[in-house]
């Protein structure tokens, strides 16, 4: 689908150009001709002041000349009527050829992989120049086919639907001149041969400018639709669990559950409340993921024995992730694996999620999709990701009550990659705030207002529009302050205002935000570089030198949606000839 959306951008794109260019001679054309009428209709003075003059010559004389002078400024006026007629069809034509173009400009090129229209190849004007050439090629074919049609040039309509055939099958795929066959040489030229020959034949400028901005509309709108299509699927991806990871969790719980209750149990345990060491928290269903988490913080830890990690989990993982670390101990670090099942205290009487969530009304927003969810693209269905429903997503929101005898705990999320040892975040002074994040204002989708509802009064009159978001994925929390500040509270009180979502969508950043306002520290950004699952022009030495990054986004590193020059960072933490990896065909 991406494929085909970008390709129709390129196709979109062309078809602009091409109407700017058949436009032209028509434009200038109209223009000599309206000077021509308007130089010859601007010479009234001289005629009128020799008939004028001639009225003192003779009546009779005087009265033709008048007569003659009539039927002159007549055609005149008509002219001049003509002339504004063509004038406004001028610029109606103008303005729908500029309106095609500039929705073109507005359409999203940002397509996936090669099939970018920003790659950098196209940076060359040369670069692709053969597949460029027989892309335009075909598309003129295409109007000259209709032209020669309707003229009953039948054999011309059909030398030029034989050539377009063997043009398509010589382009096929190709998006480079180097994936071109080496017959696609001989295609270009006798394309342009029977280009040439319908030219000399067909040729006309106003209907060539209709044609093609017809197309371009019609191109226009196939990539709106394509575009919806691709972020519903993607979206539809990204909520998705690979056969792997499922087979992997599978087989996990099965042997744990083998195992004697004695054999399950993690060592170092007396670190789980030593205040005095590092702690993480990670909230994860996915063990792969967690697996990458964990390595990667350990494998560029200074002092890996003074790191604990607290990973809870779901019921269905719970085996599955308790297998994993047993198996593949984090070296000399501690770890400690939980059910949020086990959380007896975490109930729909004291959490307004859980509470809302068995609401008939979240029940039919949730699980009833209309039919035209497909067509409407993302706009729902991204609300209806299963992460919403899991409490683990929420759990970020009781830290201090998961873990009352912590001071500091730095929280992870699962699709991130640590590249440097963090421990320089114990020592960081958050000013008596309770968060440090890293803020996302650089750009303006990132500010309060595209998060919450400004329209409502609740919003309005307590936040700042323009206020800088901040990223979770990974943050420092200070328990103490949270605890002093009554951090829960907060949230339970702007939960409970939006049970009918009118303060904001779902998910957990919009009521952080608004949990954690002026309660939140800036963190230098090279701590947690952000977009690796979305965007796909982050420069190479920003991801290099960041402490931590993070695949937020659809295109997560263990789906095949991700962006494959991104996947490296995440893939080099997994050893993939581990057997229960290798037995579950999960590969590069």
């Known amino acids: 689908m991406a494929i085909r959306a970008g390709r129709s951008v390129l196709h979109l794109l062309t078809l602009a150009f091409l109407l700017i260019l058949a436009a032209s001679p028509c434009l200038q054309a109209r223009v000599d001709h309206r000077k021509h009428i308007s130089d010859w209709s601007r010479q009234p003075n001289f005629e009128l002041q020799n008939i004028s003059s001639s ?24 002219v001049r009527k003509k002339m504004e007629v063509m004038q406004q069809d001028d610029e109606a034509l103008v303005k729908l050829e500029n309106a095609g173009i500039e929705r073109s400009k507005a359409v999203d090129s940002a397509v996936l992989g090669k099939y970018s229209i920003w790659r950098r190849e196209n940076e060359n004007e040369k670069a692709d120049s053969r597949v460029r050439l027989m ?7 295409r109007i000259y086919s209709v032209l020669a049609k309707s003229r009953d040039k039948l054999d011309l309509y059909q030398e030029l639907l034989a050539r377009l055939k063997e043009s398509q099958r010589s382009l096929g795929e190709a998006t480079a001149d180097a994936e071109l066959p080496k017959s696609a040489s001989d295609r270009i030229k006798a394309m342009g041969q029977v280009l040439s020959k319908a030219r000399d034949l067909l040729y006309d400028c106003k209907e060539i400018t209709e044609r093609l901005r017809a197309m371009l ?15 519903f699927l993607s979206q539809l991806a990204a909520k998705t ?41 990670l909230f994860s269903d996915n063990v792969l993921a967690a697996s990458v988490v964990v390595n990667s913080t350990i494998m560029n830890a200074k002092e890996p024995e003074k790191h604990v990690f607290h990973l809870v989990t779901d019921k269905l993982n719970f085996g599955a992730m308790n297998m994993w670390f047993l198996l593949n101990p984090p070296g000399d670090a501690t770890i400690h694996v939980e059910n949020v099942d086990d959380f007896k205290w975490l109930n729909s009487s004291y959490c307004p999620v859980l509470r809302q969530l068995e609401s008939a009304a979240m029940r039919e927003y949730y699980f009833k999709a209309g039919p035209k ?53 114990w020592e960081v002074d958050l000013n008596g705030n309770v968060n440090g994040a890293v803020e996302t204002c650089g750009e303006s989708f990132h500010r309060f207002d595209k998060y919450l509802n400004f329209s409502n009064p609740n919003i309005s009159q307590n936040f700042d529009p323009n206020a800088c978001g901040w990223a979770y994925g990974m943050n420092m929390f200070d328990l103490e302050e949270w605890k002093n500040k009554d951090i829960t509270g907060i949230y339970h009180k702007w939960q409970n205002m939006n049970e009918n979502r009118l303060l904001w969508k779902l998910g957990t950043l919009p009521p952080g935000l608004l949990t954690f306002y002026k309660l939140t520290h800036p963190l230098d950004k090279s701590w947690h570089v952000l977009g690796l699952g979305y965007n796909p022009t982050i420069e190479r030495s920003e991801i290099d030198n960041a402490a931590v990054i993070h695949y937020n986004g659809n295109m997560k590193p263990w789906l095949e949606i991700a962006m494959t020059k991104y996947r490296p960072y995440w893939t080099k933490y997994i050893n993939y000839e581990h057997p229960y990896i290798h037995g579950c065909k999960i590969s590069q």
């Open 241 to 281: 669990i690979p056969n792997g990871i499922h087979c992997l969790s599978m087989r996990l719980t099965i042997d744990y559950y083998l195992l004697s209750p004695e054999k399950r149990k993690f060592p170092n345990s007396e670190n789980l409340e030593n205040p005095d060491l590092y702690h993480y928290a």
């Open 217 to 231: 509309q019609s191109a226009d709108e196939q990539v709106r639709s394509l575009k919806k299509q691709s972020t």
């Open 135 to 141: 892309r335009d090629q075909m598309i003129m074919a």
């Open 55 to 78: 009225r003192k010559d003779g009546p009779h004389l005087l009265s033709r000349s008048e007569e003659i002078t009539h039927r002159k400024l007549r055609g005149r006026i008509g």
């Open 373 to 425: 969810t497909l067509s409407a693209g993302s706009s729902n269905l991204k609300y209806r990701n299963p992460k919403y429903l899991s409490m683990l997503n929420h759990l970020r929101f009781y830290l201090p009550q998961v873990y009352p005898k912590l001071n500091k705990i730095l929280f992870l999320d699962d699709d991130i990659v640590v590249q440097r040892d963090l421990t320089g975040l």
